[in-house]
């Protein structure tokens, strides 16, 4: 006790900013590269191909698994040929119908189940019975009610798209903080205007979610639709052309427009939605 | 429901008619502004029940005030004595079972942008607005001001709190000080008839705490705005009030409402005397509480 009484007061002088050499220091070249995540996904892309060549090539069974690199000249020259073009877009033209129909039907069943009590058992029960039946199990279901046609396809579409949005949406509505809303309703923010200008941006990240969820729900369903009766309007879509190719024995081709679906489905998300994540809940600081 | 409406037949308070003919019909704004003695605020017999899953909880006991043009009017208590929901009832989000509160004569009914809440919660920004987004944002949905008026009079409440810097950043780059500097700037740029503070300050670490609460007095100099501010502090009360109203706890009921010792004297000894006074006040409440506990 006497000697902490006996130790003095202790004053340091400290360094300006300016005295210091480096507080920041770039990253570096190997860093910097190791850091995007695009050029560390190529890579295990390309790891893939390089496995797939050459277990092809060991098969040496082309109507079993061609090797990587006469897919790839399959997707070249159907790509080229305008074949898959015109294929791949009568199949995104039929889904951005189906997909948007149903996020708008979600937005309206959410708005509605948010609103009101009974709403919500209606969600909840319907989501309930419909989002674990395969969109594709009402395919013929569709066809005696819509035909052969564009028609049927929207309609399974909607169906494969609505449940997860809605659920998605209202999780995201319910999520909403009671301060977030408390501040809407002190600017006499109500109705559609409190749901526009508040709850969807607040639950922009379950709403993104439940997109992407819908997308990649719709997007294959469509496939396997299309691989159930093909041509709709004179034009099939991807799934008919792989069926196609499959009875000609093109296994090549096959692969090809496997490929392609996935390389849409790698563009969509990479591409479309890493925009749109970019612009919002990223900048907005509610997603890292 | 029904509990609501036979306490309100049964309250037949002293003073009810009292002082409320003054407010007439539409004159009552001008005549608030005229008239200094007219309150801003009258809350009046005001008694607070909400149902929990199990209980029907009584926060507040016929609570009576009145605020004035100008004051700095601190609702002061433990935790539990009904001063956040008193707050959020004279905001318009909740109304009361018994008694009345009247914002320049007219009966509060809903939240409106006549009485501005700055809440403690950091994320009463909107993360999807920038700073001067944020600020303007009540200003144009409301329809208070267009497009570029809104935007000049954001910037210069952001200005007003230090912040001019900062415009154009997401509030998730802000410290919890900045944010709510934002929020008081928010509230201030709707100039609204009274600012409803709940413990806006409480949520930050005791420096900033500090520096905010110097600020806001500096602001007031400036503006001399109406503040409801409700705190549990009773330093902060004794700082930032002009007039304190103390609550008991369980459920809420006046205890008093004494004036705060003059602007910048919070450190003098009458303020420490204040300090004791208040606390014994509060502390007198534990011990007739904890037989009962």
Not at chain 1, 100 to 125: N, Q
Not at chain 1, 247 to 264: C, D, K, M, R, S
Not at chain 2, 106 to 127: C, N, S, W
């Amino acid at each position: 006790m006497l000697e902490a009484m006996q130790r003095a007061n202790i004053y340091s002088e400290t360094l300006g900013p300016e005295q210091f050499g480096i507080i920041q220091k770039p990253l570096t070249l190997p860093e910097k590269i190791y850091n995007q995540s695009w050029l560390r996904k190529i890579a295990i892309l390309v790891v893939l191909a390089a496995a797939w060549e050459i277990y092809g090539r060991w098969l040496d069974n082309p109507l079993l698994v061609p090797p990587f690199s006469e897919a790839m000249r399959a997707l070249v020259e159907d790509v080229s040929n305008g074949t898959i073009p015109s294929r791949a877009l009568s199949s995104i033209q039929v889904l951005l119908i189906g997909f948007t129909t149903g996020t708008l039907l979600a937005g309206l069943l959410t708005v509605f189940a948010f609103s009101t009590r009974i709403g919500t058992d209606f969600l909840e029960t319907m989501t309930a019975m419909f989002n674990p039946l395969p969109a594709i199990a009402l395919l013929p279901l569709a066809l005696i009610w819509f035909g052969l046609g564009v028609g049927s396809l929207v309609f399974v579409l909607v169906h494969s798209v609505m449940w997860a949005v809605a659920l998605n949406t209202l999780a995201g509505f319910r999520s909403v903080s009671m301060t977030v809303r408390m501040v809407g309703r002190n600017y006499n923010l109500n109705g559609l205007r409190f749901v526009g200008k508040i709850l969807i941006p607040a639950a922009f990240p379950s709403i993104l979610a439940g997109l992407k969820i819908g997308w990649a729900f719709a997007w294959r369903t469509l496939i396997a639709a299309e691989l159930i009766f093909g041509v709709s309007s004179g034009q099939g879509g991807l799934g008919w052309y792989i069926f196609e190719s499959k009875n000609q024995l093109n296994i090549p081709e096959v692969f090809a427009g496997l490929l392609t679906i996935i390389l849409i489905g790698l563009a969509v998300e990479n591409v479309v939605f890493r925009f749109v994540e970019t612009r919002t809940v990223q900048r907005w600081g509610m997603q890292t | 429901m029904a509990s609501g409406a036979t306490l309100a037949s049964k309250s037949a308070l002293p003073g009810a008619g009292g002082i409320k003919t003054v407010s007439a019909g539409s004159s009552g704004r001008a005549a608030a502004d005229a008239d200094p003695n007219q309150p801003l605020l009258d809350v009046r017999g005001v008694t607070i029940q909400y149902k929990t899953q199990r209980h029907l909880v009584t926060a507040t006991y016929r609570v009576g005030f009145n605020v004035l043009q100008g004051d700095r009017f601190v609702v002061l208590g433990p935790s539990g004595c009904g001063k956040s929901t008193l707050l959020k009832a004279v905001g318009g989000y909740l109304q009361p079972t018994e008694g009345e509160i009247r914002l320049k004569g007219e009966l509060i009914k809903k939240p409106g942008p006549d009485r501005i809440m700055v809440f403690q919660e950091f994320d009463q920004l909107l993360p999807w607005k920038t700073v001067l987004e944020n600020v303007a944002f009540p200003l144009k949905t409301t329809g208070t001001l267009h497009a570029k008026a809104a935007q000049e009079r954001a910037m210069d409440y952001i200005k007003m709190v230090n912040l001019s810097k900062f415009a154009h950043s997401y509030p998730h780059t802000l410290s919890g000080g900045m944010k709510q500097r934002v929020a008081i700037a928010r509230a201030m740029a709707m100039e609204p008839d009274i600012l409803l503070m709940d413990e806006p300050f409480a949520a930050l670490d005791a420096l900033t705490r500090v520096r905010m609460q110097d600020e806001l007095l500096a602001l007031w100099d400036e503006i001399r705005f109406t503040v409801l501010f409700v705190t549990h502090s009773i330093p902060e009360a004794i700082k930032i009030g002009s007039r304190i109203l103390l609550l008991s706890p369980h459920p809420g009921q006046v205890k008093a409402e004494i004036n705060s010792v003059p602007r910048g004297q919070e450190n003098s000894n009458e303020a420490a005397a204040l300090g004791r006074e208040i606390h014994e006040m509060l502390f007198a409440d534990q011990i007739e509480e904890a037989p009962n506990a």
